[in-house]
């Protein structure tokens, strides 16, 4: 293993952030895709999943993906840091991916060493909770190699990895339905979770090294060093939402009972599919952005704002979607043992454009390095989201629990973020884009003026080109 202090040597392959509106574009509806698909197999293995297993059955496999949801982020988070620091040093891009890689690595093995360790003083590694949490959380161990996401975005090239991962999803969803419709448990179901994560990750290594043939291992023990020092404040603003509903499974499996911990997972997963292409817009755009913020202040406002309207429309429509359809349906889809679902469902939804704003914060927390803020928030958030819990869990159930997420991510995500002093610029960004109508004009009209100077564009060319 190569270690350097310094910059290493510059590769061909290192991708350039940036790239044109419409090759961003191109890579958004891919990973939009994977997001799609992903909203599509979360929903049919929930439907089936939990109506196979009974609320008490997927209230466990839910307490095990509660905790491997806090692991989930961390290669997401690795990756933006990757993208804003190859943004600044290109001629590091070998040392700034190994040293992810092996940031990414640390973070996830202490967090899944502390989690055994939890397990084994409470519920105990051999009892069906304990095996459940354990094997789901022990699946995400090899998923820090899919940092090299980061170099496929910023090549506007994620096609490649993303076929690959849609292929594993389809594959290992379809198991996953299939056990229990054949009279396996839980804990088979939880074991699908290692496979995924095990095939997903390696193919996205084998596909990054296959197409950067210049990569060579080179790490520096100061930059893993600093990317660790991130992860706590980054983890706490990308997976505030996350957190919160999982806080408030485990204090739902504490102060009530698995079946309603299931009613509330299994709503939590309907409502909060949909929301997964927010994740796709904020990391596919991040490349151009960055390149904006370098090179044209001006217009990376004006773009920073523009990405800022788009997300919340798209929340706005997801909620709708949420609220007229899902809500619904929610009886017919999980059946009668899931009574409570709807208004669940109903709740979360509402945060649906908090979610939206939380994808401004996040870039900006990053970028800024406003992390002192991010951790002081997310504490009274939690703070908020136990004293809900402990009001509303033992005579409400999953539908106080739902209340106590919502609560928590007002707070995060909008008065939490007004109130500060070095945040609060923040908000007066995000406040304006807020307003669907206007947004929508601004949109259009900002489409209408990229087409007029494509259109001069060739004109020009054509000109010049003739004489």
Not at 190 to 203: D, F, K, N, Q
Not at 285 to 292: E, G, I, S, V
């Amino acid at each position: 293993m190569a270690e350097t202090d310094g910059h290493s040597r510059a590769t061909e392959a290192t991708p350039v952030a940036g790239g044109s509106m419409r090759r961003s574009g191109r890579n958004a509806i891919w990973l939009m895709l994977e997001r799609v698909t992903h909203i599509g197999v979360a929903f049919l293995v929930t439907v089936v999943v939990a109506r196979e297993l009974g609320p008490a059955d997927y209230g466990r496999l839910a307490l095990g993906l509660a905790f491997f949801a806090l692991l989930m982020p961390i290669s997401n988070i690795t990756a933006q840091c990757l993208m804003r620091d190859t943004t600044a040093e290109p001629r590091s891009a070998n040392m700034l991916m190994s040293s992810a890689e092996v940031a990414a690595g640390l973070v996830t093995s202490l967090i899944v060493a502390a989690i055994t360790v939890g397990v084994a003083l409470t519920v105990g590694v051999t009892s069906t909770e304990g095996i459940v949490v354990l094997v789901i959380v022990g699946s995400a161990l090899l998923r820090p190699l899919q940092v090299v996401d980061a170099w496929f975005i910023m090549a506007q090239s994620s096609k490649r990895v993303v076929i690959i991962r849609v292929s594993v999803l389809l594959v290992t969803g379809a198991v996953r339905i299939a056990l229990p419709l054949a009279g396996y448990g839980v804990v088979a179901v939880a074991w699908t979770y290692i496979v995924e994560s095990a095939l997903a990750s390696i193919g996205s290594w084998i596909a990054y090294r296959r197409y950067n043939k210049d990569y060579r291992w080179e790490i520096s023990r100061a930059r893993v060093g600093s990317v660790v020092k991130e992860f706590v404040p980054l983890l706490l603003v990308s997976s505030s939402a996350l957190i919160y509903q999982r806080l408030d499974q485990a204090m739902l499996a504490w102060l009530s009972d698995f079946r309603e911990t299931g009613v509330y997972a299994a709503a939590a997963s309907l409502s909060d599919a949909p929301k997964f292409p927010l994740i796709a817009l904020a990391v596919s755009f991040t490349p151009r952005l960055l390149a904006l913020r370098k090179a044209d202040p001006e217009r990376y406002r004006v773009a920073l704002s523009d990405f800022a309207r788009f997300v919340n429309l798209f929340g706005y429509a997801v909620t709708l979607g949420l609220i007229l359809v899902m809500a619904p349906l929610a009886p017919l889809l999980l059946g009668s043992a899931y009574d409570g679902a709807t208004i669940v469902i109903i709740i979360l939804a509402l945060s649906t454009p908090l979610a939206a704003v939380g994808a401004v914060l996040l870039l900006l927390t990053n970028w800024d390095k406003l992390y002192r803020e991010a951790i002081v928030r997310n504490l009274v958030g939690a703070a908020i989201s136990v004293g809900f819990n402990f009001l509303l869990i033992p005579r409400y159930g999953a539908v106080g629990a739902a209340i106590s997420t919502f609560a928590a991510l007002l707070w995060v995500f909008v008065i939490g973020v007004a109130v500060d002093r070095r945040t609060r610029y923040i908000f007066r960004i995000t406040l304006p884009t807020l307003e669907p109508i206007s947004s929508t004009r601004i949109l259009l009209a900002r489409r209408r003026e990229r087409r007029e100077e494509r259109k001069l564009m060739q004109e020009m060319s054509e000109f010049y080109g003739s004489s």
